[in-house]
């Protein structure tokens, strides 16, 4: 859900009229699911992991979506960092 509302979020940029208004409505039910979904895995998992591993994904598929799907750009410091990101995120959900 959190890649998905940040999907939805980028094609707002390009739409208009009917197609925009959906965008924004899948954009506000992923993200309302996303939330709903963190609060559920606080109440079994500590927040102080949940909240990071939560944003972790977000930044992660937010950059992967940005990509693949609006074509920015793959540059060798963009995915180290992610790959950075992603080490981080699974060493909290060792951890936690």
Do not use: D, N
């Not at 409505?25 to 992991?49: C, D, N, Q, R």
Request: overall charge positive; hydrophobic content about 60%.
């Amino acid at each position: 859900m959190e890649v998905g509302f940040t999907f939805c979020l980028g094609k707002t940029k390009s739409a208009t009229g009917h197609e925009l208004t959906l965008w924004w409505a899948g954009f506000l039910v992923a993200l309302a699911l996303s939330m709903y979904l963190m609060a559920k895995a606080a109440e079994k998992i500590p927040i102080g992991t949940v909240y990071p591993v939560w944003t972790g994904i977000g930044a992660v598929g937010a950059v992967i979506v940005g990509i693949v799907f609006f074509h920015e750009p793959a540059t060798f410091w963009r995915i180290l960092f992610i790959a950075t990101l992603i080490l981080s995120i699974v060493g909290l959900k060792i951890l936690g």
